[in-house]
């Protein structure tokens, strides 16, 4: 069965720094999205992207995350500056029609210290 | 924006017996009604969903039921085996058809499931 890879598994950064977490989506699949999950507590959407722009964002993804498919399969979160508020698992997904289950990749989790 | 209200938060149920989750909805505009099965340290899994234009939904052990008036909808689960210890999630959003509002996904806070052997 075709999954969402996601890339790295585990990431530490120092706070103040750079990070951009890698998703290939699977193949055929349009809609693309990226959640988090902070420990112990509930999934929470970031930013959905479809037709190589954002179609929908949440308040948490603010000026600094960014998302891109630079070359048609990798679909990228950048986080500009992470803060120790950042430290969350965070979950790539696709689906191939809107309004079908989501595929979520096996994750990142990202550590801020 | 969209609120999903989730309960118990823990559930524990002797194996062989049932177990029910429910959740309730704010926004009238939701259509698309996943749940999610997440074990430890893992991704969150779909097991079951529902779209607004259907009651009831049933997959072998597991069952979706909605009721759009009151805003709410459950999972249940028969006949409760050690595999279904898991943390449970329900989710909602209004993408389900196209050109339909928002697709993200809002989710309950989660339902950690114990069954007892």
């Known amino acids: 069965e075709p999954e969402v890879t996601q890339t790295p598994s585990h990431q530490v950064t120092q706070m103040g720094q750079e990070v951009i977490l890698r998703c290939v989506p699977i193949?055929?699949?349009?809609?693309f999205y990226w959640y988090r999950q902070i420990l112990g507590q509930k999934v929470e959407f970031l930013v959905s992207f479809y037709n190589n722009e954002i179609s929908e964002k949440s308040e948490i993804f603010d000026d600094q995350f960014s998302v891109e498919r630079p070359d048609g399969s990798n679909f990228t979160l950048k986080i500009r500056s992470t803060k120790l508020e950042d430290s969350a698992m965070y979950f790539c997904a696709s689906i191939a029609d809107r309004g079908n289950g989501y595929t979520f990749g096996s994750g990142t989790r990202l550590t801020v210290v | 924006g969209e609120n999903v209200e989730q309960h118990p938060s823990t559930l524990s149920v002797q194996e062989g017996d049932s177990a029910v989750i429910k959740c309730t909805y704010s926004?009238?505009?939701?259509?698309?009604f996943p749940w999610y099965k997440q074990e430890l340290g893992k991704r969150p899994q779909l097991i079951i969903d529902?779209?607004?234009?259907?009651g009831e939904k049933k997959d072998q052990r597991i069952a979706v039921t909605l009721n759009k008036t009151a805003k709410h909808f459950s999972l249940h689960i028969t006949e409760t085996q050690p595999e279904d210890s898991a943390v449970y999630f329900c989710a909602a959003s209004s993408g389900a058809y196209a050109g339909g509002g928002a697709d993200g996904l809002t989710f309950g806070k989660g339902t950690h499931l114990i069954i007892q052997p």
């Open positions: 193949s055929n699949h349009l809609y």
């Open positions: 926004d009238s505009a939701s259509n698309y």
């Open positions: 529902i779209r607004s234009n259907v």
